[in-house]
Nanobody, 122 residues
Framework: VQLQASGGGLVQAGGSLRLSCAAA????????MGWFRQAPGKEREFVAA????????RYADSVKGRFTISRDNAKNTMYLQMDSLRPEDTAVYYC????????????????WGQGTLVTVSS
């Protein structure tokens, strides 16, 4: 199983980025998917999750209204559209796959990508 996160980079506050997570080696549509992030010196935290079909989503309060999670099961890919970015969004973003849908608990995720760095300058 391989999850490949991409799309990170340096952006000014107020800007946008779109992260992608390409999956291989698993039946993608059978897994709930999620995004987590970890800032330097901080614990890994939940960002967003999407159900198997993409019909249901869940967000951390800190990103609600600014980030949008989606998935394309035909392409085995999940996305995170990040708008109105803030300096506090700076972190390594990880995608993960779970047997449960919409869970915020990292230990419920079986597979993890390598992470992509997002840096938001003020």
């Amino acid at each position: 199983v391989q999850l490949q996160a991409s799309g990170g980079g340096l952006v000014q506050a107020g800007g946008s980025l779109r992260l992608s997570c390409a999956a291989a080696g698993l039946t993608f549509g059978s897994y709930g998917m999620g995004w987590f992030r970890q800032a330097p010196g901080k614990e890994r935290e939940f960002v967003a999750a999407v159900s198997w079909s993409g019909g249901s989503t869940r967000y951390a309060d800190s990103v609600k209204g600014r980030f949008t999670i989606s998935r394309d099961n035909a392409k085995n890919t999940m996305y995170l559209q990040m708008d109105s970015l803030r300096p506090e969004d700076t972190a390594v973003y990880y995608c993960a796959a779970s047997g449960k849908a919409l869970t915020v608990v990292p230990t419920a995720y079986y597979y993890w990508g390598q992470g992509t760095l997002v840096t938001v300058s003020s």
